[in-house]
Every structure is written in structure tokens, then in C-alpha cells.
């Protein structure tokens, strides 16, 4: 490698420079251009721990010289380099030139004489901002610089609070602390500091400072951010009310009752709260009062004769309509005002509701409300935020008096009361009918499964409702029978459990559970075809296969183990279909990905699918029990798309928009010939599908056979003869049988 030509030459004092207190130290740099070509140059001063502005050179930079030529800098030091340093303290020359491309650099030797002044030091933090938690325990470091070469003693680190708060002061175990001997260089100090438990969240600033002689020689400033800790409870007492009269005769005054709402703060954050209100769309109005009663202190209150009453008039919002129910518009909602809400302080809203116009005959009539609790710091969780009040309103005629009228209307009452269209309280997510057709099975957020006679349905003297499989304790977000035997039921729960119940034999608790991962909410179950695999999708993106025998010959819960399991899929799997016969499986979800995956080899296929965004997600698969092959997929924009599939991929048929709102089930009659749509549009539409798996000619548009008025969250098809069966779970918390007629046992037919 050539040797590098030398085209700077530095020639810098041999002697010791020496700086006195007070008195600049001058001393000149000469620089030689080497080179064969024009070049300025750039003189700079380097030492470690220097601070800035210590010294002055003339000329800052040079003009271009000539070859051969010499450049003086002239250098003055103005101050110590290191402030406090005394001794003999090397100076590192640095000469450049941005033409030659090149650096020289030298030593020059600077001898700093002591001084009389005052003594320096140097406090930093390390840590400047510290977030903590009530009841935390943390320490705030400290470093001290002592930059002379001679001792410091009798100094004292200190920490104090800033702007007259001195919260952190209490909360250190020793504020102050001794330096009775600081030798040079750098050493660390630590405070130890504890978070009372009931410290609300703010920002507390602090100041560590060094002093001598009560003296402060440097100081540091550091600031400690308490952290939102804790909750707000929101509870409703009670949540359903009965507007009526206990007697015997007809009751002419308007009643009302009164619901209390609690607002419950547990947390260490001053609130600004809120209580919303919202009647459940479809219903006739009521008047509404919400008023806002705050605990009162003792001395606010007055005697007048009948109790004690609050002299403080308290702010409310108020809601009355006075139109006829015909007439009223579209109700969105009342609020009361933004009250401050304390940390450990409970805040009570009183909700009165009353009814102007009560019917005269009838039966009660339930009324629904969503009553909401806002924060306008949103910072922390609100439990329970969203809650749902009933109200029943009775007739001005007592019940107990028309059951008098006649058995006619005793008859008319009796057929009402066991309409099985109401059974669960909250929406309904999942239905499903067993391979005979004859029983359907329901899932609901009111945390229930429950059993159904599907001939209910169709006669007026036989009980649909056939009782309560079972409480889960959560919300199930899915239900699947086992297939075969139908002896058992899955129930894939919000809170990530998979609860297995009998379908013969209500118990009071599961025949086992299958825990994968807490809080990793199941959204769909598939069980394999011959019944012994039961596979679960979860919103962490995983697919968990089960082997059903090993569970249930298990004896213990707590022992399940998965028996495999997809890779991190990198979506929320929101449905499940199995394909072919054993060994494969349809996974759909966010983003529009959509595979194929092999339990048996645990390979994955990627099918071809229209990508989408993270608001995008295919949010059913369907395949039919005698036409395995095929598939069947629905997403939250509206579209169709039938596949057929062979041993290791699906080929898209035919894909259409069947509505402009997101489509949540699809299902195919078990011999493949009917596929059913429902969702956010509140219909039912069915597709009659030929040999050739696309849709048969006079079924281009679809056929609606169901409008129940409510989003429907869940359908179910199945097929007795010539007559089809349609079962939907609606957001009305109902479940619906629809009967067909006309529909033979061929596809391409009817």
C-alpha cells in the first residue's frame, strides 16, 4: 500500500503554556500548506471534559494559500478549560483543510495555576423524568463531578421541591445527604424515594442541589410524573323497574320511577363525568329526568319539619317530549352536565322515567335503555361502562283484573307468555341446527346456551324453548354441535375458555374446559369431520386443534393440553371451515387473508383472495356436509365468493356483492344446494347453487325469505324433504325458524 503524503505541517510551543486565574495564556500555531495546490485551514482545541467558549483564535479560518506558504493562528484562552481543574492539562490541536481532505494534529501542554475563587462542582441526573405509580417504590441517581485535583469537603447534596411543592420532600427517606470528603472525579449518590398510596396523579418538579457553606455550587432539575392509577365502577340499581299499580282498579295518574346511578371512583385521577342515555331504537318514548345528586356534606342540608333537604340546587338535564308517539322524531340520546368526580368519591345520577300515555289493556311492555358513564380523561378503565336498564310498563287496568275478563283473553295471554322469540336477554351470536334438523342450539352475550325444539317454532301448543345447556360465566361468541352424534355442544367464550356441555343432559357445569390463553377471546369453533378434532380461532391470530376423546377422557380441566397448533398467523382468525374429508382447514380474517392449512403435515396454503386493509376481514366460511369440496366466504364489505377445492388449494367460481352492509354468516344446506346470507342489512337472502357449484340462473339476485328487523348475526340451514329450514340469532337477543316450502333434494332444481 503507498505511503500517505504528508501535505500539512503543524508547529505548535514545546514549552508548558501557563494560565494564571484571570490572565488569558497566548500562544501561536503555525501551519504550512505541503501540498501542490491551494488550501485554507481550520484550526480546533479538544480536551476532555471541556466546556464551550474557553478560547478565541484569530484567524477562524484562513484564506486559501499557495503552496508552499505558512498560515499563523494566533490562540488566546480565556478560561479554564474544565472549570475547577488545576494542574498540568494537555490541549489536543486539531488542524483540517476541506480541499486536502486531510487532518493534523499536536499537543500543547497547559500548566492551570490554582485560584482564590470559589470551589466548583457539577451535579447531573442521570434520569431526568421519572413515571411512577402510587405505593411505588423507586430511586433517583445522582452524580457529582468534582473536577479540581484537590479534595472538597463539608458539602452537602440536597434535594428539594420546586415552586413551593414540597410533596417529594415527604415522600424521600432521606432528603439530604452528607459529602464530608469529595475526591476528584465523578461519583454517584442515590435517593431512595416511596409513593404514598393515595398520591393523586400529577407532576411534582424537584431540584438537586450541592452545597457548601450553605452555598449552592450547582444544582439539577428533575420532575416526577404520577401515573393514572386504578378505576371508575359504574353500577345501575336496579336494573329493571316495573311502572305500576298494586290494586285492583284502574289507575288514572302517571307514575315514576327512579333508577340510581353510581359512579364509583377508585382510582387516584380527578374525573370529569358524565352519564349518557339512549333509548333502544324502535320503541315509543317516555319522559326522562336525569339529575345529578352528589354526596352532600352535613351543613348543606336543612330541617324543615318532615326530614332534612338540600339547600344546594343540584345541576340536572331534562328530556320531555310532548308529542304524540306518532309523531316523535328520532331520538338521539340525553346527557347530563360534566360533574367533577374526586378520587375515592361516589357520585349518584338519578334517572326518573315516567310514561304520559300508558295503554289501558295488555300486557306490560318492556323498555330498554343503554345508559352510558363518560370521562373526559379517558386515561383510565370505566368497568362496566355500557349497561342495559329494563322497563316494564303495566297497563292502567292491573293485570290480575283483565285475567278476569274471560277465558278468551286468557288464552290470548297464555299464547304470548310462552312466545319463545325472547328467551335470551342480550343479542344472540351463534345458532346451529343438529344433523336431524329437529333441534337447534343458541349462543348469546347474556352468557347462556340453550336448547331448542324446532317444532315449537310452527305450533302454538309445543314449547320451543327447552331450557338452559348451560351458564358460562362469560359471553359465548360461538356454539357448534358435534357432528355424528350431536351429543355435545362447544361453546367458544369472550374471555378465551372453551366450554364443553352435554346436548342430551343439562348440568350445572361444563363436562371440561380448554383454557389456550386467558383474555385471548375465541371467535369461531370447527369440529373435523368425523368428530374428532375440535379446532378454535382467537383473536391473538393462532388456530388451536383439540383431540376430543384425550379431553374428555381426561379428568381434570386444568390438565388440557392443545394438541397442536397453527404459527402466529399474523391476524385475527375470525372463521373456520373444514375441508375435504379429514386433514384440512378453511382460515379466514383480518386484512381479507384467507389459507388453507394441513393439520396433518401443519402446512399453510395462501388462497387468492382480494387483500384488503386492517378494517377489512372475511367474517364467515361455510362448507357443505355432503359437498365437502365446496366453500363458501362472506366479508364486512358485502361480498360472495364460492370456491371449489381440491387436496391443496380452492378455486375461486364466482364472486359477487350481495349487499352493502358486512355479510356475518354464511351457510350451506347439509346437500350443498342452498347457500344462505345474513347480516347487517337485517335480511336473509337465498342462493340456490348448481352441480357446477355457481349459482343456478334464477338466482342471480338472491331470494329473501327473512327480515327480522335486526341485525342477524348468525343463519343456519337445513332440509327435511322438499321444505327448508332457516334458524338466525339476531342483535334483538331473539331466535327465529323460517319454514320453506318447495325446495326438493337436487341442486339446479326446485
Not at 479554564?80 to 492539562?89: H, K, N, S, W
Not at 382468525?573 to 389459507?595: E, M
Not at 358485502?638 to 380452492?650: E, F, K, P, R, S
Not at 350481495?658 to 347487517?680: M, T
Amino acid at each position: 500500500m503507498p505511503k500517505l503524503t504528508k501535505l500539512i505541517d503543524i508547529a505548535t510551543p514545546e514549552q508548558i503554556v501557563p494560565l494564571k486565574p484571570g490572565q488569558p495564556a497566548e500562544f501561536e500555531v503555525e501551519v504550512v500548506n505541503q501540498s501542490d495546490q491551494f488550501a485554507s485551514f481550520q484550526l480546533e482545541l479538544e480536551s476532555e471534559g471541556a466546556g464551550t467558549s474557553w478560547y478565541r483564535l484569530s484567524p477562524e479560518v484562513s484564506a486559501k494559500k499557495p503552496p508552499g506558504s505558512k498560515t499563523t493562528f494566533r490562540v488566546k484562552i480565556l478560561d479554564t478549560p474544565v472549570p475547577g481543574f488545576v494542574g498540568r492539562m494537555n490541549l489536543l490541536v486539531l488542524v483540517s483543510s476541506p480541499e486536502l481532505r486531510q487532518q493534523e494534529r499536536r499537543i500543547v501542554r497547559l500548566q492551570i495555576e490554582a485560584s482564590a475563587a470559589r470551589v466548583t462542582l457539577r451535579v447531573s441526573l442521570p434520569t431526568r423524568n421519572f413515571e411512577q405509580r402510587p405505593y411505588d417504590r423507586f430511586l433517583i441517581p445522582v452524580m457529582v463531578y468534582n473536577p479540581s485535583k484537590e479534595p472538597i469537603v463539608d458539602a452537602v447534596l440536597r434535594v428539594t421541591g420546586k415552586d413551593g411543592d414540597t410533596t417529594i420532600e415527604h415522600w424521600l427517606e432521606n432528603a439530604e445527604e452528607p459529602l464530608p470528603r469529595l475526591t476528584t472525579g465523578t461519583r454517584e449518590f442515590t435517593f431512595r424515594c416511596r409513593v404514598p398510596r393515595q398520591t393523586i396523579a400529577s407532576n411534582h418538579l424537584f431540584t438537586v442541589g450541592i452545597y457548601r457553606n450553605e452555598e449552592c455550587l450547582d444544582s439539577a432539575e428533575g420532575i416526577v410524573n404520577i401515573l393514572p392509577d386504578g378505576y371508575v365502577d359504574f353500577v345501575c340499581q336496579p336494573e329493571t323497574q316495573h311502572l305500576r299499580h298494586n290494586g285492583w282498579l284502574p289507575d288514572r295518574n302517571n307514575r315514576t320511577v327512579t333508577y340510581e346511578l353510581q359512579l364509583d371512583n377508585q382510582s387516584n385521577l380527578p374525573q370529569q363525568a358524565q352519564v349518557r342515555l339512549e333509548p333502544v331504537e324502535g320503541q315509543s318514548a317516555c319522559q326522562y329526568y336525569l339529575e345529578v345528586a352528589p354526596t352532600l356534606d352535613p351543613d348543606d342540608f336543612e330541617h324543615n319539619g318532615n326530614g332534612h333537604r338540600p339547600t344546594k340546587v343540584l345541576p340536572s338535564a331534562t328530556l320531555v317530549d310532548p308529542l304524540p308517539e306518532a309523531e316523535l322524531p328520532t331520538r338521539t340520546g340525553v346527557s347530563s352536565p360534566y360533574t367533577p368526580l374526586a378520587p375515592a368519591q361516589k357520585l349518584v345520577f338519578n334517572l326518573e322515567v315516567s310514561k304520559n300515555r300508558r295503554p289501558w289493556l295488555g300486557l306490560p311492555r318492556k323498555y330498554l335503555f343503554l345508559v352510558q358513564a363518560e370521562m373526559q380523561e379517558q386515561r383510565l378503565d370505566v368497568r362496566n361502562d355500557t349497561q342495559l336498564l329494563r322497563l316494564w310498563i303495566h297497563p292502567h287496568i292491573p293485570l290480575k283484573t283483565q285475567l278476569l275478563g274471560g277465558l278468551g283473553l286468557l288464552a290470548l295471554l297464555w299464547f304470548v307468555l310462552i312466545s319463545p322469540l325472547s328467551k335470551h336477554s342480550r343479542a344472540v351470536n351463534s345458532v346451529q341446527f343438529n344433523g336431524a334438523g329437529d333441534r337447534l342450539i343458541s349462543a348469546s352475550d347474556d352468557q347462556s346456551l340453550m336448547r331448542w325444539n324446532v317444532g315449537g317454532f310452527f305450533n302454538p301448543f309445543t314449547r320451543a324453548n327447552l331450557g338452559v345447556i348451560g351458564r358460562t360465566g362469560k359471553a359465548v361468541r360461538v356454539a357448534r354441535y358435534r357432528p355424528v352424534s350431536n351429543d355435545l355442544v362447544a361453546a367458544g367464550l369472550e374471555n378465551g375458555d372453551i366450554q364443553l356441555w352435554s346436548a342430551i343432559a343439562p348440568k350445572q357445569q361444563p363436562i371440561r374446559t380448554l383454557t389456550r390463553q386467558r383474555d385471548d377471546r375465541v371467535l369461531d369453533l370447527a369440529f373435523s369431520r368425523d368428530a374428532r378434532y375440535l379446532f378454535s380461532s382467537h383473536g391473538s391470530g393462532t388456530v388451536q386443534q383439540w383431540q376430543v376423546d384425550r379431553v374428555l377422557s381426561t379428568p381434570s380441566s386444568l390438565d388440557q393440553q392443545a394438541l397442536g397448533s397453527t404459527p402466529a398467523l399474523g391476524f385475527a382468525a375470525y372463521a373456520l371451515a373444514p375441508i375435504g374429508t379429514n386433514d384440512q382447514l378453511a382460515i379466514g380474517g383480518q386484512f381479507n387473508r384467507l389459507l388453507l392449512w394441513n393439520w396433518q403435515t401443519n402446512t399453510q396454503k395462501p388462497l387468492n383472495y382480494p387483500p384488503g386493509s386492517k378494517d377489512d376481514y372475511i367474517l364467515s366460511l361455510a362448507s357443505a356436509d355432503y359437498q365437502s369440496d365446496r366453500l363458501a366466504v362472506s366479508d364486512n364489505r358485502g361480498n360472495i365468493t364460492l370456491m371449489t377445492c381440491t387436496q391443496d388449494t380452492c378455486n375461486t367460481i364466482e364472486a359477487w356483492q350481495a349487499s352493502d352492509r358486512p355479510i356475518h354468516s354464511v351457510a350451506f344446506s347439509p346437500n350443498g344446494c342452498y347457500l344462505a346470507s345474513a347480516g347487517d342489512d337485517g335480511r336473509v337472502t337465498l342462493w340456490g347453487i348448481g352441480t357446477d357449484g355457481r349459482r343456478i340462473a334464477d338466482s342471480r339476485t338472491g331470494r329473501v325469505v327473512a327480515r327480522p328487523n335486526s341485525q342477524i348475526r348468525s343463519v343456519s340451514l337445513a332440509q327435511h324433504e322438499n321444505q327448508l329450514l332457516v334458524a338466525t340469532g339476531t342483535e334483538d337477543t331473539k331466535v327465529r325458524v323460517t319454514r320453506l316450502n318447495g325446495f326438493n333434494q337436487s341442486c339446479g332444481r326446485r
